[in-house]
């Protein structure tokens, strides 16, 4: 039960610190509920080059969740010259990334290393 959700978390931000990524973890929650994390990557003060998302609850869509994204990714956008992330073409939230995306300028190309994964990349300059 619990111990294992707890201990999987651990797992996977004890992973990440040993990595010796510069990342940023964000939760989101629910009325007091975890509800998801949201991770992303600098390489440089200036430059956003990965964006994780793992959600807790992947019964039904997690509306909370995507609001606190597309919040990050907004804020993101605006505080960096380059915001960059990758995402599976059969993820349901494809769509919202193209949009997002293109909202702000950015661009969509085929991943070099899969053509089963889309780049999604956002320069403010």
Known sequence: GEELKN??????LNLMVKSGMDIHILY???????????IYRESSPSVVEEITVISFNLKKN??????????????LIKSHKSVTWSCF???????????????????????????????????NG
């Not at 349901?92 to 999604?120: N, Q």
């Open 7 to 12: 201990f999987s978390l651990y797992k996977i």
């Open 28 to 38: 989101s929650d629910y009325n007091g509920t975890p509800n998801g994390i949201i």
């Open 89 to 123: 073409k059969r993820n349901p939230a494809i769509r919202m990334y193209y949009k997002l995306c293109l909202k702000f300028g950015g661009t969509v190309e085929e991943s070099p290393l899969s053509d089963e994964v889309l780049v999604f990349s956002v320069n």
């Open 62 to 75: 997690n509306m909370v969740l995507i609001k606190d994204l597309m919040d990050v990714f907004k804020e």
